[in-house]
């Protein structure tokens, strides 16, 4: 997998299914293996993704420190089974009232 930066903003390729800001090991969540990534590499120069420079400047520092922890116990979201959601008897109860306010008389 290949991460470049544009703008400062991190870029991954096509075939990555990387997407977390912050997620220095790309295990798909933002977690304690990442603060250490950055807590090791922290202040140093010529760093990259894996050792915590989330903005691409080059150095980890409190910048990047800042993206983890907006971002710290963050994973993905998981897709949505659209055909698995039923709704609640209850909804068929207040959606009524809606309906009839809503309905034109002729």
Do not use: K
């Not at 293996?33 to 080059?58: E, I, L």
């Amino acid at each position: 997998m290949n991460i470049t930066f544009s703008g400062g903003a991190p870029q991954a390729s096509s075939n990555s299914t990387f997407g977390l800001l912050a997620d220095a090991n790309r295990d798909n969540q933002v977690s304690t293996a990442d603060f250490n990534a950055v807590s090791q590499g922290f202040n140093h120069s010529n760093t990259g993704w894996s050792q915590g420079d989330f903005n691409g400047d080059g150095v980890t520092n409190a910048l990047d420190f800042g993206a983890l922890a907006r971002n710290f116990g963050n994973a993905p979201a998981a897709a949505v089974n659209f055909a698995t959601l039923v709704p609640e008897p209850a909804a068929f109860a207040l959606l009524s009232p809606l309906m009839l306010l809503t309905r034109r008389r002729r």
